[in-house]
T-cell receptor
Framework: QKEVEQDPGPLSVPEGAIVSLNCTYS??????FMWYRQYSRKGPELLMY????GNKEDGRFTAQVDKSSKYISLFIRDSQPSDSATYLCATKETSGSRLTFGEGTQLTVNP | EPEVTQTPSHQVTQMGQEVILRCVPISNHLYFYWYRQILGQKVEFLVS????????KSEIFDDQFSVERPDGSNFTLKIRSTKLEDSAMYFCASSEIRASGNTIYFGEGSWLTVV
């Protein structure tokens, strides 16, 4: 079983739609949760970071963590064509330094 | 905004050759990392480095790989005897504190092609 699973998509939505991106994880030691955005052939860019169950909002982005079901989500409201990218979820244990990434979901927002 | 810079952006090398990828982390950061992303696959952790020594490494980071901080600004990844399967994008990253997640910054990557 993969430590972090993420539907690779591709996901295509019209401009203005609400986008829901999801990951599941299997390791109970994962306590930090991140969402990165990656444009083609570029480095991951941190969007959201959280360490507790519940919701965290930043502008059009909301990160949601449910530790009881080991499920993390990223919601994008009023999606824009500039949001078209690959979105990576990542997790980390309290100890240690490595981030464990999901496969990434490729998102296209159509004008 | 401070950024992690990597060179070269793209390198093509013959199988069996040695490659050095270079990174300049953000200046006040203390932890440094290398990650790898094979085309179409997930980003994978290779190694973390703190206080001039490796603090953690993955199963991928075997004797073929080494890291070094030769001076106060550069952080390098050396790959010896490159193989076809080493072809990937290599990302350097840095953070102020051990990667709690909220302060880790990635560079734009060095694309390595082994032929």
């Amino acid at each position: 079983q993969k430590e972090v699973e993420q539907d690779p998509g591709p996901l295509s939505v019209p401009e203005g739609a609400i986008v829901s991106l999801n990951c599941t994880y299997s390791n109970s030691a994962f306590q930090y949760f991140m969402w990165y955005r990656q444009y083609s052939r570029k480095g991951p860019e941190l969007l959201m970071y959280t360490y507790s169950s519940g919701n965290k909002e930043d502008g059009r982005f909301t990160a949601q963590v449910d530790k009881s079901s080991k499920y993390i989500s990223l919601f994008i409201r009023d999606s824009q064509p500039s949001d078209s990218a690959t979105y990576l979820c990542a997790t980390k244990e309290t100890s240690g330094s490595r981030l464990t990434f999901g496969e990434g979901t490729q998102l296209t927002v159509n004008p | 905004e401070p950024e992690v810079t990597q060179t070269p952006s793209h390198q093509v090398t013959q199988m069996g050759q040695e490659v050095i990828l270079r990174c300049v982390p953000i200046s006040n950061h203390l932890y440094f990392y290398w990650y790898r992303q094979i085309l179409g696959q997930k980003v994978e952790f290779l190694v973390s480095f703190y206080n001039n020594e490796i603090s953690e490494k993955s199963e991928i980071f075997d004797d073929q790989f080494s890291v070094e901080r030769p001076d106060g600004s550069n952080f390098t990844l050396k790959i010896r005897s490159t193989k076809l399967e080493d072809s990937a994008m290599y990302f350097c990253a840095s953070s102020e504190i051990r990667a709690s997640g909220n302060t880790i910054y990635f560079g734009e990557g060095s694309w390595l092609t082994v032929v």
